[in-house]
């Protein structure tokens, strides 16, 4: 499991929150960002099929590794690839999946509807049918 907030990567060239922003309102206008406390952070909601309930998630910024909560309805305690936070697992951060060089648009939130979609089907069948990475519990 990784530390929040990690280290920088060797180039410490990221988007800054105002490219990131404007990418997330051109692809999900229905995210709105805001100031929580020292944070800032991304309300919206998502809904991975036709068939599915709509989700309340909280993106909270960091170029490096934002964070993902699931606000309502409530995650499951036991849900799998979550972190002791409850933030969602939604990639190794080891592998450079994401770094602050990509766009959270393109990235986190694509990565947590299919989060939330491989959600709705462990409830069903009990089995996490999406992508795994070997990390602590």
């Not at 060239?13 to 490219?19: E, R, V």
């Not at 998630?57 to 699931?70: C, L």
């Not at 697992?89 to 450079?96: G, I, M, Q, V, W």
Request: hydrophobic share 35%.
């Amino acid at each position: 499991m990784s530390k929040f907030p990690p280290k920088p990567p060797d180039n410490p060239k990221s988007l800054n929150l105002g490219m990131q922003n404007m990418h997330i309102q051109q692809k999900y206008s229905i995210f709105s960002l805001r100031r929580e406390g020292k944070n800032w952070v991304w309300l919206g909601f998502l809904k991975p099929t036709d068939k599915s309930i709509r989700y309340k998630v909280k993106i909270v910024y960091h170029p490096y590794q934002p964070k993902v909560f699931v606000l309502e309805p409530e995650v499951l305690d036991f849900a799998p690839h979550r972190y002791g936070d409850k933030s969602l697992c939604l990639y190794f951060p080891n592998d450079k999946s994401f770094d602050g060089q990509k766009l959270i648009s393109d990235t986190i939130i694509p990565w947590t509807s299919e989060w939330l979609y491989f959600y709705e089907v462990w409830l069903e069948e009990g089995v996490w049918w999406g992508p795994e990475a070997p990390h602590s519990p």
